[in-house]
């Protein structure tokens, strides 16, 4: 484990050989396991487990009751929201050992994934995507793209900042928050992000 210049509740149970990072929080019940990577300025909420080979970068926040299984890797920036789910094999049975075959599952920079939502392993959330409360991701989701549903489908573009995108008739959407201008691609599978209003 690092040197200790993060906060940790009495509760929880921090083990060797793990990373945290500078100015993290780690509240009540919580276990970080050996070789768990945390960055800088991360929060984990209550009741959260963060198993050895994950790795989360710096500012990730995780909401209460949230499992980090090994395969998961979260790029800065992420939200986990309350009791998400994380899964690293798809077909486990009790009865056969799959230990070994963990799949990867990548959340790009700045994704959010909402409270209750449930992401299958072996997927990768483009960067600032957003997913809804509830939803099951069940296959790769586009940068910036809005996620609902079970299975997931995407409804609509999201801002950096969080706000859902609405595209004039040229295809063009600004943030009300940021200013930032973003462009459907020509195909509308994907968008561009053009440059301050």
Not at 64 to 90: A, H
Not at 95 to 106: F, W
């Amino acid at each position: 484990m690092s040197a200790k210049n993060f906060y940790a509740h009495e509760t929880a149970i921090i083990d060797e050989g793990c990373k945290i990072g500078e100015g993290s929080k780690i509240w009540h019940f919580c276990h970080v396991m050996p070789d768990a990577v945390l960055g800088k300025a991360c929060n984990l909420g209550q009741n959260v487990f963060v198993a050895s080979g994950t790795q989360l970068g710096n500012n990730v926040k995780v909401q209460n009751n949230v499992s980090i299984y090994q395969g998961v890797i979260c790029e800065d920036d992420v939200f986990l929201g309350p009791s998400m789910v994380f899964t690293n094999v798809r077909n486990p049975r009790s009865a056969v050992n799959r230990r070994g075959q963990y799949q990867t599952t990548l959340v790009r920079k700045g994704a959010t994934i909402g409270a209750n939502a449930t992401i299958v392993c072996g997927t990768e959330i483009g960067a600032y995507a957003f997913i809804g409360a509830g939803a099951v991701v069940t296959k790769n989701v586009p940068a910036y793209a809005l996620m609902v549903g079970n299975p997931a489908r995407q409804i609509g573009w999201m801002s950096a900042y969080g706000h859902r995108l609405v595209f004039d008739q040229n295809g063009e959407a600004i943030c009300p928050e940021s200013q930032v201008k973003y462009r459907l691609a020509k195909n509308n599978n994907s968008l561009l992000i053009c440059d301050q209003a």
